[in-house]
């Protein structure tokens, strides 16, 4: 039976303000892809990111381009080889895997050989902010058993302590999404380890982190912007100590799990974390959890309404998503 893709651009308000090193947002744009055969509809999500060149109209139409293959029965290993890593193949190759599911009655863990999902703890996000405002921040997430930090560059080490002062029992990893600057890396690296911080994503920019090989890492440094696919793996030796797996990145699911598998053969610490998406998003990146360290899929956590159905979390737990969500 023939294939039909279509798609949707849906927007989703979030939870006051979300702001990095970047700039701040106070919404998401995502992208949705659904292909039915007739009885069954899978669906994926993505979200076109600016950083990597990407917008919802660019992202629309790298999807749109594959409606004819889709139509003609084509698989997520053809996929791979025919679209670059990215948000758009993220959206296709997570619903050719629902719809796989759905019309085979099997669940997608299973299609993918993985251990079933299990509950799991995920990060919880502090917006950047001055110190105080994210002192204040950390006080009313301190009850969070994992909090991930936004810095930006000059004035950390006051944030990281603030936060650190604010919310004493909770574990830190934090993110600088290549904000730091090569005569601050030791500084800021020695105020995270005083302040019992356990990762660092992304301190200096992608393409001009070649000092990481050469200084200690106090506290283990984490691959973002650096890594997007198995084909960046060799660049990051003797830089960082763990990569961040997003499926945006990776262009979905499939390249994800390879990938998970083959930074772990390697000795790299995994963490499995997420563009600002809704609980679409997160349900595939919930497969991946069995390999990872560190897990940040708060985005419905950061949005003022999320889709039905959502996934549920318990506080900061994160529950497997049903099949009626994804999968």
Not at 3 to 30: D, K, M, W, Y
Not at 243 to 264: H, M, P, W, Y
């Amino acid at each position: 039976m023939a294939r039909s893709l279509s798609l949707t651009v849906e927007r989703f308000p979030i939870a006051g303000a979300f702001t990095i090193s970047r700039g701040s947002r106070t919404e998401i744009a995502v992208v949705v892809a659904r292909i039915s055969d007739g009885p069954h509809a899978g669906w994926g999500e993505c979200v076109p990111y600016p950083r990597y060149g990407e917008s919802v109209e660019s992202v629309q139409a790298l999807i749109e381009a594959q409606g004819d293959a889709i139509a003609a029965g084509i698989g997520r290993a053809e996929l791979m080889e025919r679209m670059p890593a990215g948000a758009a193949r993220n959206a296709l190759d997570c619903a050719l895997l629902d719809l796989e599911a759905k019309s085979t009655g099997r669940r997608a863990w299973e299609i993918l050989g993985l251990p079933a999902p299990a509950p799991a703890t995920t990060a919880y996000t502090l917006s950047l902010g001055t110190p105080e405002s994210m002192g204040a921040a950390a006080r009313a997430a301190a009850a969070r058993p994992l909090l991930k930090v936004k810095l930006g560059g000059e004035g950390d080490p006051a944030r990281i302590t603030a936060v650190r002062a604010g919310a004493p029992r909770s574990r830190l990893i934090v993110d600088a999404n290549e904000a730091w600057r090569p005569a601050d890396v030791e500084m800021n690296l020695a105020a995270c380890l005083e302040a019992g911080v356990e990762l660092i994503e992304q301190p200096l920019p992608a393409g001009e982190d070649a000092l990481l090989a050469g200084i200690a890492h106090p506290v283990p440094v984490c691959a973002d912007e650096s890594l997007h696919d198995r084909a960046g793996l060799d660049a990051l030796a003797g830089r960082y100590d763990a990569v961040n797996i997003k499926l945006d990145k990776t262009g979905g699911l499939t390249e994800a799990t390879l990938l998970a598998q083959a930074a772990r053969d390697r000795g790299l610490t995994v963490m499995v974390g997420c563009m600002l998406g809704t609980s679409l998003g997160m349900a595939p990146a919930t497969l991946l959890t069995h390999h990872a360290e560190f897990i940040d899929l708060d985005g419905p956590l950061l949005l003022a309404r999320d889709r039905e159905p959502p996934l549920r979390y318990e506080g900061s737990t994160i529950l497997p998503p049903g099949a009626d969500l994804w999968g």
